[in-house]
């Protein structure tokens, strides 16, 4: 895909690998097909069918590769969930293991900014620019800032621990404002 290759390529004497993005995740899926100039365009034309559903909206991950294990991660069952959802059983298992002060200020920074403004999001389609894009029209101090990433993050945390992410989108980042 990048550095100008096509997406599609002879991975084995019997397997073509076609690579693709669906819902921000680069995907990897072999085809058992001897990798001949013939079937290499026959991968070509199923690589941009692919894309052209993902596009549409109309791609099922399972229909087209049964046997493939991200099948179950983009299931509709699955990448159904809301971030609004997610957070607010996440908030409810976190009561019995955080402090009544910690749980308070998750469930203020959850119920009244994290839900009304992100809640309607799917957990799976859940990306750092989204939220960066968010916290950079708040008009609030680098601290409430803070506050609202570190809640978050441990949510995404916990989301990932329960296979609804492949990674954190928060890990490793943090937004401030330069201070005036």
């Not at 995740?25 to 013939?38: D, F, S």
């Not at 590769?65 to 607010?88: C, D, H, I, N, W």
């Amino acid at each position: 895909m990048g550095r100008g290759g096509s997406g599609v390529r002879a991975v084995s004497d019997s397997s073509i690998e076609i690579t693709f993005m669906f819902r921000g995740v680069r995907c990897r899926e072999r085809v058992a097909l001897k990798p001949t100039a013939t079937n290499l365009k026959k991968a070509q034309q199923h690589k941009a069918a692919i894309e052209h559903a993902v596009a549409q909206g109309t791609f099922d991950y399972a229909v087209t590769f049964p046997g493939s294990p991200r099948a179950a991660k983009f299931a509709p069952e699955t990448s159904q969930e809301t971030v609004g959802g997610f957070l607010t059983r996440w908030l409810a298992a976190k009561q019995k293991h955080i402090s009544s002060s910690t749980y308070e200020g998750y469930r203020k920074i959850v119920e009244l900014r994290l839900v009304p403004a992100l809640g309607h999001h799917l957990v799976v389609d859940f990306k750092r620019k989204l939220v960066r894009d968010w916290l950079d029209g708040l008009q609030v101090s680098n601290k409430t800032l803070s506050n609202i990433q570190s809640c978050l993050r441990s949510a995404l945390n916990d989301a990932v621990d329960e296979e609804l992410l492949d990674t954190n989108p928060l890990a490793g980042w943090t937004y401030a404002r330069k201070e005036a």
